[in-house]
């Protein structure tokens, strides 16, 4: 069964409202959980990694004052995209790190968000 | 991380085996093989990875050059559920380390 889960997995929104997108990891724990967006026949891009109990690390490029993240558990971070518009459209996929000696990582199912 | 270059599609038939190529020549002593594949609108899923012996599990295998700067996964006997887009990353098998997706080989297994 799945062992990351995403919510939602689809939203439609207004353009300038502030949408939440939620990843939890079901039966382990994660200190470190990543967040990718891919648009329309690309491939994955990595947005930012969060870590639990500390500001996230966003790559070159992204406005961390655009995607919120917080990282509050150790099973769940989110990622607020704030003032969203049209261009934030886009398929946003978390990973999570399993923390314990398996050390593997595992995707979510990915949620489609679309800014009208 | 080292650069991967895979071609960008691929057609196979099904039942018939597939083999996906993968150039990593900048690759690392320390750095790993993945295979994950993206089937439309679903987060990746992991395939295999390996070092530098060949690995086999339940969905695939896969081979690596002595040199270690290429790799072939290969689909046994593929089926129209394998349809997808299979990404070749290579990277240090570090706890928590980023996996960076290149463009990858998008699959197509025809009846």
């Known amino acids: 069964g799945a062992v990351v889960s995403q919510h939602p997995s689809w939203v439609i929104c207004k353009s300038g409202t502030s949408v939440k997108i939620e990843c939890r990891s079901l039966?382990?724990?994660?200190?470190?959980m990543f967040w990718y967006r891919q648009f329309p026949k690309q491939s994955l891009m990595l947005m930012a990694t969060s870590n639990e109990g500390s500001k996230a690390t966003y790559e070159q490029g992204v406005e961390k004052d655009k995607f919120l993240i917080n990282h509050a558990s150790l099973t769940l971070s989110t990622l607020t995209v704030t003032s969203a518009h049209p261009e934030d459209s886009s398929f946003y996929i978390c990973n999570v790190r399993r923390e314990d000696s398996y050390n593997e990582q595992f995707f979510g199912p990915g949620t489609r968000l679309t800014v009208l | 991380d080292a650069k991967t270059t895979q071609p960008p599609s691929m057609d196979c038939a099904e039942g018939r085996a597939a083999n996906l190529p993968c150039n990593h020549s900048t690759i690392s002593g320390n750095e790993y093989v993945y295979w994950y594949r993206q089937i439309h609108s679903q987060g990746p899923q992991y395939i295999i990875h390996?070092?530098?012996n060949n690995e086999t599990n339940e969905m695939a295998s896969l081979i690596i050059t002595e040199d270690r700067k290429s790799s072939t996964l290969i689909l046994p006997h593929a089926t129209l559920r394998d349809t997808a887009v299979y990404y070749c990353i290579v990277r240090v098998k570090a706890a928590g380390n980023k996996l960076t997706f290149g463009g990858g080989t998008r699959v197509l297994v025809k009846p």
């Open positions: 039966d382990f724990q994660a200190t470190t």
């Open positions: 390996g070092l530098k």
